[in-house]
């Protein structure tokens, strides 16, 4: 027990890693401060919501080593169940975002326990396979509303405080719940639990050997990320006031991934200038239509060729600094 606590102190990052961090956390911080001053608001919480189900999906993929092709499931579901619990029954925001989140837990760990004992292409297919079945069900179910989703979800009053049917107030509420969940990611993986995750990725029968059980490790970080990808998609549907079929469908489950790689994959900050490289594509190209998918293909392509660390991972190797 010993060697193994001595191991993980070792494997810490030192205090220069983290002042480099925490110096490019201050500036995202700041650039979202006052970006709603400048750039539209909405595009803004739009950018927010998809930087946190990025972030998510990373811990999963850039650390454990997992690709999942079904967390759209956990956005989607998580908006559906917000999107209910405020406009049916009446719950408060705080509260119908916590049951949408609650309800992505649940099923991050019901698909986890079924799914984690695959590896590989059998697990993204697995996923993949959950992700279709709960989309067909989110399609005929009475309570989603079918195709035309649920609509006109009233934002309501944050502690009963909070207006948020003001934009700059609903705007700062989500850059609070985007760092809430930022923070928790990053605690997450410079943890002790978070070097195991890196072992498991790197050699898992080694892993094995040391006495850890990685499909355990597996499962609570499947979980964790399906939770905060639910937190990021209660939280849209509450933005936007509107849950629909688009988010628990594959192709969002598509469009993290190529975010995810876009930004740099397992790097702390990659994952949210991903989000902002795609939702900016989306938004300033949306008059081409359809082409916009071309678009990202050809994004993905250039990504995969020319910086296969994506964007501040090659910004990382230059500057030799981690981020």
């Not at 810490?12 to 983290?18: A, N, V």
């Not at 400048?38 to 189900?53: D, R, S």
């Not at 094995?208 to 990685?214: A, E, H, I, R, T």
Request: aromatic share 14%; net charge positive; proline share 3%.
């Amino acid at each position: 027990m010993a060697v193994r606590t001595e191991a993980r102190r070792s494997a810490l990052p030192g205090e220069g890693f983290f002042r480099v961090q925490m110096v490019a956390f201050f500036v995202m911080v700041a650039f979202f401060v006052v970006a709603p001053f400048v750039v539209y608001p909405v595009f803004l919480m739009k950018a927010l919501c998809f930087a946190l189900f990025a972030c998510a999906f990373n811990l999963l993929i850039g650390y454990v080593g997992l690709l999942s092709f079904g967390h759209a499931v956990f956005l989607g579901c998580a908006g559906y169940a917000t999107a209910h619990a405020a406009k049916v029954w009446g719950f408060v925001p705080e509260l119908a975002i916590a049951f949408g989140t609650v309800v992505a837990a649940a099923l991050g760990l019901v698909i986890g326990a079924l799914a984690i004992r695959s590896r590989g292409i059998y697990f993204a297919n697995i996923t993949l396979a959950f992700a279709q079945m709960i989309y067909f069900f989110c399609l005929q179910a009475k309570f989603t509303g079918g195709e035309d989703g649920i609509q006109a979800v009233p934002r309501g009053t944050l502690l009963g405080v909070l207006d948020l049917r003001q934009t700059y107030t609903i705007y700062f509420v989500v850059l609070a719940i985007f760092l809430l969940g930022f923070l928790v990611i990053y605690r997450a993986i410079h943890s002790p639990f978070g070097q195991v995750l890196k072992a498991v990725r790197e050699n898992e029968p080694r892993a094995v050997s040391l006495g850890y059980k990685p499909e355990q490790y597996k499962l609570l970080a499947f979980v964790l990320s399906g939770t905060l990808s639910g937190l990021a998609g209660g939280t849209k549907a509450i933005v936007f006031q509107l849950a629909s079929l688009t988010d628990v469908h594959w192709t969002m489950s598509g469009e993290v991934v190529l975010m995810t790689l876009l930004g740099g994959l397992g790097t702390v900050f990659g994952p949210v200038v991903g989000a902002l490289v795609m939702v900016s594509i989306e938004h300033y190209l949306a008059q081409i239509g359809a082409w916009v998918t071309i678009v990202q293909g050809i994004i993905f392509v250039v990504c995969v060729l020319t910086f296969r660390r994506g964007i501040v991972g090659e910004l990382a190797r230059i500057l030799r600094k981690p981020l």
